[in-house]
């Protein structure tokens, strides 16, 4: 699990910083290329698109178009061959100021394979081809039921999303007056299985997503066994196995995923979940366990740690700040800074401005790099299971295994 991690957290972070960028008019220029495919061939093509830039009515945006494509053909230089998994080159003028020229070139190698190429002048980035990369992590279907209510979910890595609730209309079995129990029986069975029905349309939903697994049905009761007998949904969804739950609703679904740990071991969030488990159980018991940033710090310059926990897309920069009017420094960890009343009546704010160097450092990143440097292995929590949420909110999105204390 945190073989890849690293790469991935730094993929999905350069995809945030390039989904931020506006150009003014269609003048920002994205290039992706597949393995394998000739970057002579691409660079070709890219002149030839610098030759149909001239017809491009704005003079500005001509401008700025073609100074993107020729940082883009002079990148291109440098390469023999297209790298391993294909590349993605990002161009443009991303200046915010009016009147002013700021080209920037962003290039991308993506830890898995490329399978889209094109060329592309928008007002942002075309980002989504990464960012489908990002997200094609194993996918299952959730369905727990009984014989009056279901709920359909998809587990897509770590997130649940809840696709259908449904009721069921038919009747208890029990014999109405002025009705033979024979008619009533044929009722209720054809109710029973338009239920059954209903709940296997919803599972198209299911049909035709990236890295779609299988299946899990849950829920108390006989229901679930029948429906899994009957089969109603479509013949390309296999089910993976069946588990009791108490419930039908979304706690039923977190439910049936905590019971199929032996049916999909391998999942990212049933994985997640274990890890959680235990780093709550060395907290509270054995103390080989370490949280909070001044003490991961510190045992991670002592080679103490065994495994660092991060929450995903954690933001924690060290900030120097000084009051306007008396100069008085002070230092403050966060994930932004907002400025705070200094005892004087001034006001703290960031040393040298916003985003300077002088008084913002990423502390985040000198933790993931040290951590890097010593080998050990870094494992990204998700904040959308309820494990990862707790990890968040309790320890700050921050902690670590310890190989002594």
């Not at 994930?335 to 401005?353: H, I, L, N, R």
């Amino acid at each position: 699990m945190a073989d890849n991690s690293k790469a991935l957290f730094d993929f999905k972070k350069k995809i945030e910083t390039l989904k931020k960028f506006r150009g003014r008019g269609t003048e920002l220029v994205t290039v992706y290329i597949t393995p394998g495919y000739p970057i002579h061939e691409t660079a070709a093509k890219l002149r030839d698109e610098y030759g149909q830039a001239a017809n491009i009515k704005s003079k500005t945006t001509q401008k700025n178009v073609q100074g993107a494509l020729e940082r883009i053909l002079n990148e291109l230089k440098m390469y023999k061959k297209t790298p391993e998994n294909g590349m993605a080159l990002f161009c443009g003028n991303i200046s915010e100021v009016e009147g002013r020229t700021d080209i920037q070139l962003f290039v991308l190698e993506p830890p898995m394979p490329l399978n889209t190429q094109f060329y592309r002048c928008e007002s942002t980035f075309v980002t989504e081809p990464l960012e489908e990369l990002a997200d094609s992590t194993d996918t299952y279907g959730l369905v727990v039921m009984d014989g009056k209510e279901a709920t359909v979910a998809l587990l897509q890595g770590k997130k649940i999303k809840i696709i259908k609730q449904l009721n069921s209309t038919a009747h208890q079995k029990v014999s109405k007056g002025g009705q033979s129990a024979a008619r009533y029986s044929r009722l209720h069975t054809e109710a029973v299985e338009y239920y059954y029905t209903r709940i296997g349309e919803a599972m198209n939903a299911f049909v035709g997503i990236k890295n779609f697994k299988g299946v899990i049905v849950g829920g108390p009761g006989p229901a679930k066994h029948d429906f899994v007998k009957q089969s109603p949904q479509n013949y390309q969804l296999k089910i993976l196995g069946v588990v009791d739950t108490g419930y039908t609703d979304e706690y039923g679904i977190r439910e049936t995923l905590e019971k199929s740990d032996e049916i999909i071991a391998g999942q990212e969030a049933v994985l997640e979940k274990k890890l959680m488990d235990r780093f709550m159980r060395e907290v509270s018991t054995s103390g080989m366990a370490a949280y909070g940033l001044t003490d991961i710090q510190a045992k991670l310059q002592n080679k103490q740690i065994e495994r660092l926990l991060v929450t995903e897309g954690l933001e924690l920069k060290k900030f120097t700040v000084v009051c306007g009017a008396c100069k008085k420094e002070k230092i403050v960890y966060g994930e932004s800074y907002t400025p705070q009343d200094c005892s004087c009546g001034g006001k703290f704010e960031v040393k040298g401005g916003a985003g300077s160097k002088e008084g913002e450092q990423d502390v985040m990143a000198d933790l993931l790099a040290l951590a890097e440097q010593q080998g050990v292995p870094v494992e990204f929590i998700s904040k959308d299971t309820a494990e990862g949420a707790q990890f968040y909110a309790t320890f700050r999105g921050l902690g670590a295994f310890l190989r002594y204390k």
